[in-house]
């Protein structure tokens, strides 16, 4: 069985940073992708940023230049450095993992708050 577990949220002030952490165990053999996604009060979850097995990486317009992902691979860890953050990033974060060779199957997080005060 395949977790998730993220760690990194929290309260934090206009023009300030987080780093969240998501690290996965459990039998995982190829990890396809790592990403994060967000969702916010009322509004449907959204990419923020992904990384894929070969160290590509995709970012959100709305994020970009403010948010970087990275991963330690033999972890099994992603990251995302917030940087600047503004209010409107207040949402909880989660973690996924596309994880499979044969089927690919999709992992998330359990979520965790980020909320950005003014």
């Known amino acids: 069985q395949v977790q998730l577990v993220e760690s990194g949220g929290g309260l934090v002030q206009a023009g300030g940073s987080l780093r969240l952490s998501c690290a996965a165990s459990g039998s995982i053999f190829s990890i396809n992708s790592m990403a994060w996604y967000r969702q916010a009060p009322g509004k449907q979850r959204e990419l923020v940023a992904a990384i894929t097995r070969a160290g590509f990486t995709n970012y959100a317009d709305f994020v970009k230049g403010r948010f970087t992902i990275s991963r330690d691979s033999a972890k099994k860890t992603v990251y995302l450095q917030m940087n600047s953050l503004k209010p409107e990033d207040t949402a909880v974060y989660y973690c996924?993992?596309?994880?499979?060779?044969?089927?690919?199957?999709?992992?998330w997080g359990q979520g965790t708050q980020v909320t950005v005060s003014s």
């Open positions: 996924n993992f596309k994880i499979g060779s044969v089927y690919e199957y999709d992992y």
